[in-house]
């Protein structure tokens, strides 16, 4: 896939964006701290639709993966992904992408029906390695690693679609895809 420069550093950007808005994070007793990812990712998808959203999302995720300390309570390298929080790095490809999906849709609500079922996703992988790795069963993974952030989350998914209608907005008013956006 070629991509022009213009692509790759707004691709760039958002990766930059979503690094910055994982490191800020509050701890939680159960190893899940609350960090402003899931806007980062979904808001990366809503504006940038789900080729690009995705590619800022794995950029994002290869950064971590080599040890750059842009996970939450800036963290870094593989072991991340095979930890506690390893299901929702993972699960976060699915949320830009349907976010991205989504953004495609004439009807509002379609768009962020497709950003919840990226959303469910990411909190079902998230529950399920959490579970795996503790121990526990699939139920009370869901309940010690996704229950207590599936509000704030919503939240997160839809503010970052209100947040993206005029970036996009100002995006196509600059040309800055010539009509991509």
Same mark, same amino acid.
């Given at each position: &896939?070629? &991509?022009?420069?213009?692509?790759?550093?707004?691709?760039?950007?958002?990766?930059?964006?979503?690094?910055?808005?994982?490191?800020?994070?509050?701890?939680?007793? %159960?190893?899940?701290?609350?960090?402003?990812?899931?806007?980062?990712?979904?808001?990366?998808?809503?504006?940038?639709?789900?080729?690009?959203?995705?590619?800022?999302?794995?950029?994002?995720?290869?950064?971590?993966?080599?040890?750059?300390?842009?996970?939450?309570? &800036?963290?870094?390298?593989? %072991?991340?992904?095979?930890?506690?929080?390893?299901?929702?790095?993972?699960?976060?490809?699915?949320?830009?992408?349907?976010?991205?999906?989504?953004?495609?849709?004439?009807?509002?609500?379609?768009? !962020?029906?497709?950003? &919840?079922?990226?959303?469910?996703?990411?909190?079902? !992988?998230?529950?399920?390695?959490?579970?795996?790795?503790?121990?526990?069963?699939?139920?009370?993974?869901?309940? !010690?690693? %996704?229950?207590?952030?599936?509000?704030?989350?919503?939240?997160?998914?839809?503010?970052?679609?209100?947040?993206?209608?005029?970036?996009?907005?100002?995006?196509?008013?600059?040309?800055?895809?010539?009509?991509?956006?």
């Amino acid at each position: &896939m070629k &991509m022009s420069t213009r692509t790759i550093v707004t691709v760039g950007m958002f990766a930059a964006v979503i690094s910055v808005l994982s490191i800020l994070s509050i701890p939680m007793p %159960s190893g899940v701290p609350v960090t402003l990812q899931t806007f980062a990712v979904a808001l990366g998808g809503y504006v940038l639709g789900a080729k690009r959203g995705t590619a800022a999302t794995v950029v994002y995720l290869l950064l971590g993966a080599v040890g750059a300390p842009v996970f939450a309570g &800036m963290v870094g390298g593989l %072991s991340c992904f095979a930890g506690y929080t390893g299901g929702f790095l993972w699960g976060f490809l699915f949320l830009a992408l349907l976010c991205g999906v989504g953004i495609r849709r004439r009807n509002a609500l379609l768009r !962020l029906v497709c950003g &919840m079922a990226g959303l469910l996703l990411c909190h079902f !992988l998230g529950a399920l390695q959490f579970s795996l790795v503790a121990g526990t069963s699939f139920g009370e993974g869901f309940l !010690l690693a %996704s229950a207590p952030y599936l509000f704030k989350d919503v939240i997160s998914v839809a503010g970052a679609y209100a947040a993206a209608l005029p970036i996009r907005h100002a995006l196509s008013a600059g040309q800055v895809w010539k009509g991509t956006v």
